[in-house]
């Protein structure tokens, strides 16, 4: 995403989020739970392994881990490669931003990773 945009798309996208969802997903029968605590538990590793790397985790609602398993969305902005949520596969409501200044410097990024997911 161009560099200049992403504070513009995190608040867009937080803005979506809190029409669909509202602000606290604990009590919406529309938003699911994660599975089990140990993949909450995983979830949060994640994510404090990105703000850990200066990464800026940017919840979409209101979230208590210890009142219940429906985790909003968590917008994570400034990744960087070496950070778990860009290494590994998420299955999570965790949506890392990438930014680049140029259209070449996002296809070179892609093109530096593996695809788990597509192995050809």
């Known amino acids: 995403m161009p560099r200049e945009l992403v504070d513009a798309f995190v608040g867009e996208s937080r803005a979506s989020f809190a029409r669909l969802f509202g602000n606290d997903v604990a009590g919406n029968p529309d938003y699911t739970s994660v599975v089990n ?20 985790v940017i919840p979409c609602a209101t979230y208590e881990a210890s009142r219940h398993r429906r985790m909003p969305m968590h917008i994570v902005t400034g990744c960087t490669a070496d950070m778990r949520v860009m290494r590994e596969e998420l299955f999570g409501s ?15 990024f892609i093109n530096r990773g593996e695809r788990s997911l597509a192995k050809a």
Not at 96 to 101: G, H, I, K, N, T
């Open 37 to 56: 605590d140990r993949h909450l538990a995983r979830i949060h590793e994640l994510l404090a392994d990105a703000k850990s790397k200066g990464g800026r």
């Open 94 to 108: 965790i949506l890392p931003v990438v930014a680049c200044d140029t259209l070449d410097d996002a296809i070179a």
